[in-house]
């Protein structure tokens, strides 16, 4: 079973950068397409971002097309979320999952199969 451990939320201003990872346990980790997804309180679990297994294709929502972008690396079996121009509005726990295929990026987060604990993102004004 894949275990995702993310990391490298926090507290950031408007305007500011943050960089997420999610680590996997698993090898098999790199044949898989990843998504992040985010989870304000008392709101569902959306979609930010995805990518294919080997980085060469990715997904965004139109809230942080521009802005934030998604490397992976696999020879550390770990996938990013890089954040700029943050705002308050991207205040959530954010969650990374492991796909089903190596080349669909679903939006669904039903869709997806093993799941991180996620990580705290705080954006202030």
């Known amino acids: 079973q894949v275990q995702l451990v993310e990391s490298g939320g926090g507290l950031v201003q408007a305007g500011g950068s943050l960089s997420l990872s999610c680590a996997a346990s698993?090898?098999?980790?790199?044949?898989?397409?990843v998504g992040w997804f985010r989870q304000a309180p008392g709101k569902e679990r959306t979609f930010v971002a995805a990518v294919n297994w080997n980085g060469g294709t990715t997904s965004y929502s139109d809230p942080v097309k521009g802005g934030f972008t998604i490397p992976r690396d696999n020879a550390k079996n770990t996938v990013y979320l890089q954040m700029n121009n943050l705002k308050p509005e991207d205040t959530a726990v954010y969650y990374c999952s492991s796909g089903r295929t190596r080349w669909a990026l679903p939006r669904d987060p039903a869709i997806y199969g093993y799941w991180g604990q996620g990580t705290q993102v705080s954006g202030s004004s």
């Open positions: 698993e090898l098999t980790f790199s044949n898989y397409a």
